[in-house]
């Protein structure tokens, strides 16, 4: 299998550096026979402003230009044969039925955008019509659309190497937002990386795209580079909190800040009603440990707090989460840099006072053994920061509370979240409305007997949270609302109406929905 190494800018390879890189087996530590050479700061200059020369080419192009480019790159990523599941596999330590779906889903993703594109709800098209004979004052022409902010620097994730990698939901959104794209590739998956970097350049090319559509570097140092660089409009982050709170710090200090778009820390808890653990609790109790090690636990949504009220079935409920946590075999996890710092987290909790063991071998080898904590309820109530930090990878810490007054307080004291999870019975829903309320403040999305580990790629989900679950909870980094991060609104006032962009014409020539004088039409004016 051919693999090229080298940066990507505008369009052609490049490789003017002298510091070489080399992807590993995440199983064995072995160097895989791939070399990979790090950006130089020429090459983050131009790759970025080979991305702002595409802009104003790429974000005219009428929208279902953009939507055949984004169809092309899903073709190019379903054409990617054994030889690459193979290859993704030995990077990642993940299975080969999880990467052939992660696939599927990163390609479905491009095929949405394509449909938000050829829909044109995106464009969000407002016209309000002169009222030339208003008094006091008339009324002048006015109308709205949205455009890309302009080139977009994307950082590829560890966990998701395709779905939230290099053609993941970042860069699908920032391509069909009409935001020429510079990619920070993952050091954990570097091979991943080229091969689908390389399926998105024949995409761009069989589709006619501007050259400098789709940028790609190599790097551990050129992250900053690239967020400092004037040219760069916006970031979209997915990684450790440490890092994203850095790039927005780096963000906010330019001359002309810019929003990053962060996805960063969130320990997903779940609340156990009392009715459900009466009629169920075995049965959560299997359900909740098969959902914490799913992956090695190395999902975002990881359920990382259980939280629920005192009672003999509560107990009952500890005691058999205990039993099956012991029972999970150790996993493998995506590089040796998270096994060390799931090391680290799991001994900082076991060394806390307010926090005990429940289950689980102590660590050892290559492979993280999932480990099972309960912690008393007063770490919460008084804001100790160790019960609110991820611990990336499987394990879980549960808090029993003594009544709903204190299950509200408890709940009250946590961060912002990406989920929370209720595992309820029709019994528990009377009185929750408080509950309720209160986790709409704290999180992104609320489930209902279900669990938080998959994450739907659709028109309604919402993957953000309020601070430190992400950076800018307005928006989500998976579903189609997450265009409009990545999109601003203009206005233009008594605009002739040959200078109109089609969105906003008389005419409708794009045959959208648009929001007319209050009221929302497809007709033409």
Known sequence: MSVNGHNIIGGAY?????????????????????????????????????????????????????????????????ALGEDFIAVVCRETALPAGRIQGERGRTSGQMRLFAQVLRRGDFLGARIDRALPDRQPLPRPDLRQYRIGLGPVAVFGASNFPLAFSTAGGDTASALAAGCPVVFKAHPGHMTTTALVGAALLRAAEKTGMPKGVFNMIYGGIVGAALVKHPAIQAVGFTGSLRGGRALCDMAAARPQP??????????????????????????????????????????????????????????????SLTVKMAEQPPQTLLNAGGLEGYGKGIAALAAHPGITHLAGAAQEGKQARPQLFKADVSLLLEGDERLQEEVFGPTTIVVEVADKAELLEAIAGLHGQLTATLITESGDLAGSEELLALLEQKVGRVLFNGYPTGVEVCDAMVHGGPYPATSDARGTSVGTLAIDRFLRPVCYQNCPEALLPDALKNANPLGIARLVDGASSREAL
């Open 258 to 319: 810019i929003p990053v778009f962060a996805e960063m820390s969130s320990i997903n808890p779940v609340i156990l009603l009392p009715e459900a653990l009466k009629a169920r609790g075995e049965k959560v109790a299997g359900e909740l440990a098969a959902s914490v090690v799913l992956g090695a636990g190395q999902f975002c949504t990881n359920p990382g707090l259980v939280l629920g009220i005192r009672s003999p079935e509560f107990t009952a409920f500890l005691h």
């Open 14 to 78: 490049s490789a003017r550096g002298s510091v070489k890189l080399q992807s590993v087996d995440a199983t064995t530590g072995e160097t895989l026979p791939y070399e990979f050479v790090e950006a130089t700061e020429q090459e983050v200059d131009a790759a970025a402003k080979a991305a702002a020369a595409a802009y104003p080419v790429y974000r005219s192009l009428p929208a279902t230009r953009r939507a055949e480019f984004l169809d092309a790159i899903a073709d190019e990523l379903d």
